[in-house]
């Protein structure tokens, strides 16, 4: 009925979906308690279910649903204490996100995890100076990459939006399912992504091949950037738990890797920071842009990028150690948003009537309040969404030098 084979290569990978099936229904759901399954994934040939867009838009039909309807209408979630527990993980796999904040660390082989925190107080931002969005300028310092290109984001589009509430495990979230499903939203009618090239994983899908395991949430990656071509825009948004384990092959600065938490992590384990920049950033050619966010505890180097900038557009130290420098270049032009330094939890929350996480809530709505900012404009509008409820300090990650002040695009 569909095709349930895992994929070691990307150039092998389908599509992390069913297979079409005449026989898929596509029941209506007109109440949910907290939000409907995934959007539509790339790949199928069933025919369109006529399913209305999550968010104010134009009613829209989505190619290779699985059996999806979008209204729904999510109720308020309590904000949870304590940690994400966790027993011993091989180290061949890796994972982490939202809650209360209070880190702890374990023996090597297991992780240290926390949940999104609760809201407290923190002064406001240094005033910021909104700085003006010049011309493309040349790099402020030499690229890692000779080879390094910035990207026009002009060419083919394509995301991956992935939401774990954890549903029925001992420290379940809320928002999740819903950030990646409000994220869908946003990419097709803000930047014009079509709902047939973006999968999304969350764990009310209907489906397996839907669900955010981590064998799904590999095979997906490697389909996000299958192919990638100079000026292509490829978008990647997740929104789970995170945490940090000892870092093996000393490219931390810190000596701990940024780690994410698939649905079945208790049995496949996480996700680490080494891999997923094995497969979304190595991978890339010159010039493909990849914009990644990052809602999920520990996530300010989760994508191992060894630029890290302030609102004032300054660098704040080195991120990579120098042995791992080299190792870690791209030609690639990557972006990342994370919701919090890596030594901060994110929060798992309530905003606009909804149960969301407060760095993806944060990230939509500064830039549906801004549609043309730069970069720093954007991280410092960011932030100040946050700052009065959330100890958490987002973040503007990068894989080269750059100027922060140029207009931000995707």
């Given at each position: 009925?569909w095709?349930g084979r895992?994929?070691a290569?990307?150039?092998?990978?389908?599509?992390p979906?069913?297979?079409?099936?005449?026989t898929l229904?596509?029941?209506?759901?007109?109440?949910?308690?907290?939000?409907?399954?995934?959007?539509?994934?790339?790949?199928?040939?069933?025919?369109?279910?006529?399913?209305?867009?999550?968010?104010?838009?134009?009613?829209?039909?989505?190619?290779?649903?699985?059996a999806?309807?979008?209204?729904?209408?999510?109720?308020?979630?309590?904000?949870?204490?304590?940690?994400?527990?966790?027993?011993?993980?091989?180290?061949?796999?890796?994972?982490?996100?939202?809650?209360?904040h209070?880190?702890q660390?374990?023996?090597?082989?297991?992780?240290?995890?926390?949940q999104r925190p609760?809201?407290?107080?923190?002064p406001?931002?240094?005033?910021?100076?909104?700085?003006?969005?010049?011309?493309?300028?040349?790099l402020?310092?030499p690229?890692?990459?000779?080879?390094?290109?910035?990207?026009?984001?002009?060419?083919?589009?394509?995301?991956?939006?992935?939401?774990?509430?954890?549903?029925g495990?001992?420290?379940?979230?809320?928002?999740?399912?819903?950030?990646?499903?409000?994220?869908?939203s946003?990419?097709?009618?803000?930047?014009?992504?079509?709902?047939?090239?973006?999968v999304?994983?969350?764990?009310?899908s209907r489906?397996p091949r839907g669900?955010?395991t981590?064998?799904?949430?590999?095979?997906?990656?490697?389909?996000l950037v299958k192919?990638?071509?100079?000026h292509?825009?490829?978008?990647?948004?997740?929104?789970?738990?995170?945490?940090?384990?000892?870092?093996?092959?000393?490219d931390?600065?810190?000596?701990?890797?940024?780690?994410?938490?698939?649905?079945d992590y208790?049995?496949?384990?996480?996700?680490?920071?080494?891999?997923?920049?094995?497969?979304?950033?190595?991978?890339?050619?010159?010039?493909?842009?990849?914009?990644?966010?990052?809602?999920?505890?520990?996530?300010?180097t989760?994508?191992?990028?060894?630029?890290?900038?302030n609102?004032?557009?300054?660098?704040?130290?080195?991120?990579?150690?120098d042995?791992?420098?080299?190792?870690?270049?791209?030609?690639a032009?990557?972006?990342?948003?994370?919701?919090?330094?890596?030594g901060?939890?994110?929060a798992d929350?309530?905003?606009?009537?909804?149960?969301?996480?407060?760095?993806s809530?944060?990230?939509?709505?500064?830039?549906?309040?801004?549609?043309?900012?730069?970069?720093q404009?954007l991280?410092?509008?960011?932030r100040?969404?946050?700052?009065?409820?959330y100890?958490?300090?987002?973040?503007?990650g990068?894989?080269?030098?750059?100027?922060?002040?140029?207009?931000?695009?995707?």
């Amino acid at each position: 009925m569909w095709d349930g084979r895992s994929h070691a290569h990307s150039s092998n990978v389908l599509m992390p979906v069913p297979a079409p099936s005449s026989t898929l229904a596509v029941p209506q759901h007109r109440s949910r308690r907290l939000s409907a399954p995934g959007p539509p994934s790339p790949g199928w040939t069933v025919d369109r279910a006529k399913t209305p867009m999550p968010m104010p838009a134009p009613p829209s039909s989505y190619a290779n649903s699985d059996a999806v309807s979008f209204s729904y209408t999510p109720t308020p979630r309590a904000l949870g204490n304590g940690f994400l527990a966790t027993s011993s993980q091989p180290r061949h796999t890796h994972h982490h996100h939202h809650k209360t904040h209070k880190q702890q660390q374990q023996q090597p082989q297991q992780v240290i995890v926390a949940q999104r925190p609760t809201h407290t107080q923190r002064p406001p931002p240094v005033p910021h100076q909104h700085a003006p969005v010049p011309a493309p300028v040349k790099l402020l310092m030499p690229a890692l990459h000779p080879h390094f290109m910035f990207s026009k984001c002009t060419g083919r589009r394509r995301a991956l939006c992935i939401g774990i509430n954890y549903v029925g495990q001992p420290h379940e979230l809320k928002g999740c399912v819903n950030d990646a499903k409000h994220v869908f939203s946003f990419l097709v009618r803000r930047f014009g992504y079509k709902p047939e090239n973006i999968v999304v994983l969350t764990d009310d899908s209907r489906h397996p091949r839907g669900l955010p395991t981590r064998q799904n949430m590999i095979d997906a990656m490697h389909w996000l950037v299958k192919d990638a071509q100079p000026h292509d825009s490829l978008f990647f948004h997740y929104s789970g738990h995170g945490g940090q384990t000892p870092d093996l092959d000393g490219d931390e600065v810190d000596g701990f890797d940024e780690t994410i938490y698939p649905l079945d992590y208790k049995r496949a384990g996480f996700i680490v920071d080494d891999e997923l920049h094995q497969i979304m950033v190595k991978s890339l050619p010159a010039g493909c842009r990849l914009t990644a966010v990052f809602d999920s505890c520990h996530s300010g180097t989760v994508l191992d990028l060894p630029y890290i900038y302030n609102t004032h557009g300054k660098l704040r130290g080195q991120q990579i150690s120098d042995r791992a420098l080299a190792r870690k270049a791209t030609p690639a032009d990557v972006i990342s948003w994370s919701g919090c330094k890596d030594g901060q939890t994110s929060a798992d929350t309530f905003a606009d009537g909804q149960a969301v996480g407060a760095a993806s809530h944060a990230f939509i709505k500064a830039i549906e309040m801004q549609p043309h900012q730069s970069y720093q404009d954007l991280l410092y509008n960011i932030r100040k969404l946050l700052y009065q409820k959330y100890s958490q300090t987002p973040q503007l990650g990068s894989s080269h030098p750059m100027d922060t002040s140029r207009r931000f695009i995707m």
